[in-house]
């Protein structure tokens, strides 16, 4: 079984910059994708970003043009630079590993979560 072992969270001021990584250890399978999802308080959790093992790379609208989402297979481990943080941004990240058998049936893991805090 994948387990995924995050880091980087912590407190930063508004317009400041963190990084988050993701280290995934075990067998992934070649069919998958690594992101991000995060948590507010009193909130539904929501995507924040993706990226493919084809190097293909999704956003969510309200961090596009502040947040870089990448990957190293070799390393299975996928980071989230975030700059420009708001205080909107706080929340518990969470890093996901969906992965395809060959039937397509999807299989998600998850980190344990990381928090951020930005202070305004």
């Known amino acids: 079984q994948v387990q995924l072992v995050e880091s980087g969270g912590g407190l930063v001021q508004s317009g400041g910059s963190l990084r988050l990584s993701c280290a995934a250890s075990?067998?992934?399978?070649?069919?998958?994708?690594m992101g991000w999802y995060r948590q507010a308080p009193g909130k539904e959790r929501e995507p924040v970003a993706a990226?493919?093992?084809?190097?293909?790379?999704n956003y969510a609208g309200f961090v596009k043009g502040r947040f870089t989402i990448s990957r190293d297979n070799a390393k299975n481990t996928v980071y989230l630079q975030m700059n420009s943080l708001k205080p909107e941004d706080t929340a518990v990240y969470y890093c996901?590993?969906?992965?395809?058998?060959?039937?397509?049936?999807?299989?998600?893991?998850w980190g344990q979560g990381t928090q951020v805090t930005v202070s305004s």
């Open positions: 996901n590993l969906r992965e395809y058998d060959d039937s397509g049936v999807a299989t998600d893991s």
């Open positions: 075990g067998s992934i399978s070649g069919g998958s994708y």
């Open positions: 990226q493919y093992t084809d190097g293909g790379r």
